[in-house]
């Protein structure tokens, strides 16, 4: 199973940005897709940005352009950048690794990293 470890978080003012990295215990290539959630207190986690396989990027409506999701599958990472940080941004953030198999689909987290954005 693939061990997914986020790191770059912190707090950061509005306007800010930051990048967020999470770096997989294995080759990444093979994985459906990768990417980020985030989970602000009371609410549920919401994705915020994906990228396939072949490297095509979709983001939540809340976050589309001022986000960029990439992958390093030489060094098995993702990446988030975030500018222009708003308060609203602030949750804990998750590395997500989708896995289609005959066995259906798997979905991997990392442990989170805590993005607090100060007004």
């Known amino acids: 199973q693939v061990q997914l470890v986020e790191s770059g978080g912190g707090l950061v003012q509005a306007g800010g940005s930051l990048r967020l990295s999470c770096v997989a215990s294995e080759n990444i290539i093979s994985y459906n897709s990768m990417g980020w959630f985030r989970q602000a207190p009371g609410k549920q986690r919401e994705l915020v940005a994906r990228?396939?396989?072949?490297?095509?990027?979709n983001y939540a409506d809340s976050v589309k352009g001022r986000s960029t999701i990439s992958r390093d599958n030489a060094k098995n990472t993702v990446y988030l950048q975030l500018d222009s940080l708003k308060p609203e941004d602030t949750a804990v953030y998750y590395c997500n690794a989708v896995l289609s198999s005959w066995s259906g689909v798997h979905n991997y987290w990392g442990q989170g990293t805590q993005v607090t954005v100060s007004s």
């Open positions: 990228i396939t396989r072949a490297g095509s990027p």
